[in-house]
């Protein structure tokens, strides 16, 4: 078990989310980085799926209470167990009453923290993710507090290495640029936009403003006007859509987005680059690079073959542990 | 982007978001029933690629994997049985409902009642009348869990939305605009005007049936004072009760 001593104010129970009622209006919530996510569960020998602590915004601090296996996934934020520095991306073994601290993030903006098995908390309507407008899911439905206690589903303890285990991350941005960079195909009404505002957004940096959260981030740039304007109806949206309501202002839908919405779309952010915006925090710049299905279908390709190393990998280490045992 | 010259019902591949099949271009009961029907009808196939099948006031939007290897095929089988039927003349769904909701539309559950029927050109009680005389249908699901869209309201009542938002409506708020009814499953800011309010609860995770309203149901608001709905708020479904509809 877990005791959370100190937690930002909107720590929640993540899993990959809730699919198949989007439908009857309730959206997918799951963590807002899933790379992180998978990563920290794939260490423990977990389910991709397995419900994890998603952190925004450290600093946070943990007790074990009990001898416990854990990993930790995602921004760089100084973890150290009882003082020991870890690294970035790590699973472990915690002793009984060790003390985990996160410090400030250097950069990204969400960590992910995954217990053996999962973190133990009901599965609603198929899966474990935190819904927190409507206040079911993870643990009580509710943010974190210090207090709280998280335990693992799973409790035998995984064969990991005495220094622990590690993978690498894709970096968050390409080499050299300073804005994260978030490959998107165009959406619905794109060519109801003028000329100078499709060029604008697939040429400009927007920044992202303090209003973002897991609904979506507000986005801040050079205005985007309509060259068509009339009234819309609702529509579906789905996390990445990129909205533009009348200020001209995009703004990104996430993981808790609602499920209608009447503001045109512009474009989709691709599915295998949405954990970047999950690591972008407020004052980052986004640049929207324009792809086509086929660039988009190779994305999802690369993005599972990353998956697949990490498992051979990971899985390849563990029979050398087991050979040695 | 809207052909002039088109007519219903037509299928625009959206590409990245699947197929929307449209039945008309403004609310009206016949296009939400073939919408509702042809939904039906799809989510029977059980098309290679679909993910989802979500039905909009009068249109339903098919999500379809844009890389399945199949899509090509699940977009000719959807035109296919688009044109395989007459879909606003289709029957209502099998086992649909008719719930009959307490709903206050008097002081603080009203806020904006006076000012929607002077809209509408009606005095308050012809207002109440109008929104509580006939069963309306539940149109589609939507923006939160369980929240319906119901229509059609008579002409009159195709009022626009409000130029700027309510900061805040409670859960169960009444909001009328363009000839419908939002039932807010949540508190919520809105452009729609609050008329009335009710304790009928949209999605109840735990239970069995967790979205107690699907599309093609019947719903009727039976005007009670805010006394008795204060009181229908500690019975199931705040006083909500449920028959096979006629």
């Keep these: ?325 | 982007m809207t052909d002039p010259s088109s007519h219903w019902p037509r299928l625009d591949d959206l590409v990245l978001d699947g197929a929307l099949v449209r039945f008309g271009d403004r609310v009206d009961d016949a296009a939400n029933r073939a919408a509702v029907a042809y939904a039906e009808a799809v989510r029977a196939e059980a098309l290679p690629g679909v993910e989802e099948v979500a039905i909009g006031p009068v249109s339903v939007l098919v999500r379809i994997d844009p890389l399945a290897p199949e899509r090509a095929g699940t977009l000719a089988r959807l035109r296919d049985l688009l044109a395989a039927r007459d879909w606003p003349s289709a029957a209502p769904p099998p086992g649909r409902r008719l719930w009959t909701v307490p709903a206050s539309f008097e002081g603080d559950d009203a806020p904006q009642l006076a000012e929607a029927a002077a809209l509408a050109g009606c005095s308050v009680a012809e207002a109440i009348a109008a929104l509580t005389a006939e069963p309306l249908r539940v149109l589609s699901l939507g923006f939160a869990p369980g929240q319906p869209y119901l229509g059609t309201l008579p002409e009159a009542w195709n009022l626009p939305r409000q130029a700027g938002l309510t900061p805040q409506v409670p859960a169960g708020a009444i909001t009328v605009a363009v000839r419908q009814i939002v039932l807010f499953a949540n508190p919520s800011p809105t452009g729609w005007r609050q008329v009335g309010r009710c304790a009928f609860r949209l999605y109840r995770p735990g239970g069995e049936d967790p979205f107690p309203l699907r599309p093609g149901d019947l719903v009727r608001f039976e005007p009670v004072s805010p006394a008795a709905l204060a009181e229908a708020e500690a019975r199931p479904d705040g006083g909500a009760v449920c028959e096979a509809a006629p």
Excluded at chain 1, 116 to 122: H, K, N, S, T
Excluded at chain 1, 189 to 215: G, K, L, M
Excluded at chain 1, 238 to 250: C, F, L, S
Excluded at chain 1, 267 to 291: C, K, M, N
């Design chain 1, 1 to 325: 078990m877990i005791e959370i001593l100190a937690i930002p104010p909107l720590a929640t129970v993540q899993d990959l989310g809730r699919d198949g009622h989007w439908f009857q209006g309730l959206g997918r919530a799951g963590a807002m980085d899933s790379l992180a996510h998978r990563a920290a569960n794939l260490l423990l020998g977990n389910d991709e799926d397995a419900a994890t602590l998603e952190i925004p915004l450290t600093p946070a601090k943990f007790r074990f209470h009990g001898r416990q296996a854990f990993a930790l996934a995602g921004a760089p934020c100084g973890a150290r167990l009882d003082g020991r520095a870890l690294p970035r991306v790590w699973a472990g073994m915690a002793e009984d009453g060790q003390v985990l601290d996160l410090g400030g993030m250097s950069d990204g903006a969400r960590v992910y923290l995954a217990l053996r098995g999962g973190i133990d908390v009901p599965e609603i309507l198929g899966s474990r993710s935190t819904q927190l407008r409507e206040a079911f899911g993870g643990l009580e439905g509710r943010v974190l507090a210090p207090g709280d206690r998280l335990v693992p589903l799973g409790n035998e303890t995984p064969l990991l290495p005495g220094h622990g285990l590690s993978l690498g991350l894709p970096p968050l941005r390409r080499e050299g640029d300073g804005a994260i960079t978030l490959r998107a195909l165009p959406s619905t009404e794109h060519d109801d936009f003028s000329p100078a505002a499709q060029q604008a957004f697939w040429s400009t940096p927007y920044t992202v403003t303090p209003q973002s959260n897991r609904q979506g981030y507000r986005l801040d740039g050079v205005e985007l006007t309509r060259a068509e304007i009339g009234e819309l109806r609702s529509h579906g949206i789905v996390p990445g859509i990129v909205q533009v309501p009348g200020g001209g202002q995009p703004i990104v839908q996430l993981a808790d987005s609602a499920t209608m919405g009447g503001y045109p779309k512009i474009a989709a952010v691709i599915a295998p680059d949405l954990w970047r915006i999950g690591q972008a925090r407020p004052g980052d710049q986004l640049r929207f690079e324009r792809v086509d299905l086929a660039e988009a279908e190779k994305a999802d390709r690369e993005s599972d073959r990353l998956f697949a190393y990490w498992k051979r990998d990971i899985a390849a280490l563990v029979r050398q542990l087991g050979s040695w045992t």
